[in-house]
């Protein structure tokens, strides 16, 4: 039985659903970064960060790439890159949005 597309997508959703994953995609847009790197930029335990790497990796968004004794992850592609640029720039709108709200809340109070 074949998964509909919209609950398909709500499970990306989930995926994505982590401050820490959402971090190491952040980081790996400008290309690979060793797991050593990915440690010392991110404030987590090293298994934690291995579990989230594994979700990442399972999911097929990074992909893990093997130097002698260092692992360095990357993304798969560049719509991950962009699907984040997209979340920054909506994120942007909203928050001005409720910045300018704020004034028009604060203006209103002080005419009052």
Do not use: W
Request: proline content about 4%.
């Amino acid at each position: 039985m074949q998964v509909p597309l919209y609950q398909a997508k709500a499970e990306f959703f989930r995926m994505l659903g982590h401050p820490v994953r959402i971090r190491v995609l952040e980081l790996l847009q400008n290309g690979p970064v060793p797991v050593r790197d990915l440690l010392a930029e991110i404030d987590v335990e090293a298994s934690n960060l291995s579990q989230q790497l594994a979700v990442l990796r399972r999911s097929g968004i990074v992909i893990s790439i093997r130097d002698g004794a260092t692992v360095s992850y990357a993304l798969a592609g560049g719509d991950v890159a962009d699907l984040l640029r997209a979340a920054r720039r909506i994120l942007t709108e909203l928050l001005a949005g409720q910045s300018e709200l704020l004034a028009e809340l604060r203006q209103t109070s002080v005419e009052r």
